[in-house]
C-alpha cells in the first residue's frame, strides 16, 4: 500500500536514532532521542517547495503525525514544518 499526502503535506521515513554517542557511549532505547531528520517519501501536489522523493530532510521537532503502514512507522507533515534539505 502507498500513502499519497493530500495539499501541501509530505510523508517522512525517520532516519534511524543514534545508537552510541561520538565518544562511543552506547545509549539504551530510553536514552536516545528522537531524531529530526528524514527521508522523503512522497510529496503532495500542493507543495512548492522543490522537494521531491529521497530526500533527506530536518523538520520541526513536534511536527506531524506518525501512521503505521504495512508495519512502516511514517510521518504526514506540513511543508512549513521542513526547515532544511540536508545535501
Known amino acids: ?8 503535506r509530505l510523508v517522512l521515513k525517520q532516519c534511524a536514532a543514534e545508537e552510541t554517542t561520538k565518544s562511543g557511549i552506547i545509549l539504551t532505547s ?11 517519501v512522497a510529496v503532495g501536489p500542493d507543495v512548492k517547495a522543490s522537494l521531491a522523493e529521497g530526500d533527506k530532510v530536518i523538520y520541526s521537532k513536534y511536527a506531524g503525525n506518525t501512521v503505521k503502514v504495512d508495519d512502516e512507522e511514517l510521518m504526514i507533515i506540513k511543508e512549513e514544518d521542513i526547515l532544511a534539505v540536508v545535501k
Do not use: D, F, T, Y
Open 1 to 8: 500500500m502507498k500513502l499519497l499526502p493530500l495539499g501541501e
Open 30 to 40: 530510553q536514552s536516545q532521542e528522537k531524531p529530526q531528520e528524514a527521508i522523503v
